[in-house]
């Protein structure tokens, strides 16, 4: 599966946060300006076809759900990001974010716990 488009991320976040919606259930959670509903229907159809969203009918409606976590679905992309950006290597790719954002005693001992449970 590739990366998911910024617009298909908008979708996704919103859908993993409501469980399960209409399409005015997803636009209603859109900051203003809102996109058109065409734009998020056409959006929610591109994502079910890609096997990322099911969906329930009701007559001619359409209740949208997903059917890739949220957690699968980072854990994919983080592996790819890893390994395009940092040669593979997550020791490369923690060190980078300690250097944009350094971290306080608390967090490197969150880290090293987590670290030493696995």
């Given at each position: 599966?590739?990366?998911?488009?910024?617009?298909e991320e908008e979708v996704m976040k919103i859908l993993?946060?409501?469980?399960?919606?209409?399409?005015?259930?997803?636009?209603?959670?859109?900051?203003?300006?809102?996109?058109?509903?065409?734009?998020?229907?056409?959006?929610?159809?591109?994502?079910?076809?890609?096997?990322?969203?099911?969906?329930?009918?009701?007559g001619n409606t359409y209740e949208y759900f997903p059917?890739?976590?949220?957690?699968?679905?980072?854990?994919?992309?983080?592996?790819?990001?890893?390994?395009?950006?940092?040669?593979?290597?997550?020791?490369?790719?923690?060190?980078?974010?300690?250097?944009?954002?350094?971290?306080?005693?608390?967090?490197?001992?969150?880290?090293?716990?987590?670290?030493?449970?696995?």
């Amino acid at each position: 599966m590739d990366k998911l488009t910024k617009k298909e991320e908008e979708v996704m976040k919103i859908l993993w946060k409501l469980q399960k919606g209409f399409v005015k259930d997803i636009l209603a959670e859109f900051p203003d300006p809102k996109p058109p509903y065409n734009t998020i229907s056409s959006m929610v159809r591109i994502l079910q076809e890609k096997g990322i969203v099911g969906y329930k009918q009701y007559g001619n409606t359409y209740e949208y759900f997903p059917l890739l976590t949220k957690e699968a679905y980072r854990k994919r992309y983080m592996k790819a990001f890893i390994s395009d950006y940092f040669d593979n290597s997550f020791s490369k790719a923690v060190a980078a974010f300690i250097e944009e954002e350094p971290l306080d005693q608390q967090e490197i001992a969150e880290i090293l716990k987590i670290i030493k449970s696995k």
